[in-house]
């Protein structure tokens, strides 16, 4: 697939809602920075709010009843068959290559996949024949399931997604329901860098401090973690990465299943 036809047939979707309107500038900020040359159409998920910027136009979903219902009516809005997803307070800090979007794309109109994930995953890769860059997830595994920086068939997507869950479900039931696809895919090595800016309606304070070089002046609507708080947000993330690593991605598959088998 040329970059001419890849212009048609994928959208870039930043997923946000009109309560993290704070962002949009933000992420435009770096957008424009790092991926001047977007050769796609990029839509805004919001609510009801409108915004236009850096080649970013909105996409209103309607009054925000869920996560999955504002994504199946955007995508319900979308007619280009593939869709890359970004995150609202996921800024790029490297710049896009065109020809990895591109290949990935081609990869799965080529193989009628479901997915690439366009981050290395620490999950295992199965060897896809004839294709080095990219492996395929196990259709046992949990949390193979992610929208932040992959490209996604809509249709299938939709398939998948059900009318009142979260994106914490879509990670775990809708997992469930994928088992059956073995069309998903993540490249092995890693094209772009990013910062992680919020969680939980908190600002990271690193991510802050980073903004705040980039944007000089910018100052946050939204609260920045307390030096506590992003010292326990530290500690979950070493002390999950720790149990994986002891106790190995089987122990990790049983408990998945035993939360979500009924």
Avoid at 106 to 114: A, D, I, K, V
Avoid at 151 to 172: M, Q
Avoid at 225 to 245: C, E, G, N, P
């Amino acid at each position: 697939m040329s970059e001419k036809n890849s212009k048609r047939d994928l959208t870039v979707l930043v997923l946000s809602c009109d309560k993290y309107k704070d962002l949009w500038p933000v992420f435009s900020h770096y957008f424009k920075a790092y991926w001047a040359d977007c050769p796609f159409r990029v839509r805004l998920l919001t609510n009801e709010e409108s915004y236009q910027e850096a080649g970013i136009t909105s996409l209103q979903a309607g009054k925000d009843v869920g996560w999955s219902d504002s994504l199946i009516s955007a995508l319900n809005q979308i007619d280009s068959k593939f869709v890359l997803f970004l995150y609202d307070d996921i800024f790029p800090t490297s710049p896009f290559k065109n020809d990895i979007i591109v290949g990935a794309t081609s990869f799965l109109e080529r193989t009628g996949g479901t997915c690439v994930r366009l981050r290395r995953t620490r999950l295992p890769l199965i060897p896809v024949p004839n294709e080095p860059a990219v492996g395929r997830l196990s259709t046992r595994l949990p949390y193979r399931n992610a929208l932040p920086i992959s490209i996604w068939d809509r249709a299938k997507l939709l398939t998948y997604l059900r009318p009142g869950e979260s994106a914490w479900d879509f990670e775990t039931k809708a997992g469930v329901r994928t088992q059956c696809d073995e069309g998903i895919y993540a490249i092995r090595q890693d094209h772009f860098t990013w910062i992680h800016a919020v969680v939980k309606g908190r600002w990271f304070r690193g991510a802050y401090r980073q903004v705040l070089t980039e944007i000089p002046g910018y100052a946050a609507s939204r609260p920045v973690m307390s030096a506590w708080q992003q010292t326990l947000m530290d500690a979950y993330r070493v002390a999950r990465r720790l149990f994986i690593k002891a106790f190995g991605l089987r122990i990790f598959k049983a408990m998945h299943r035993i939360r979500w088998s009924a």
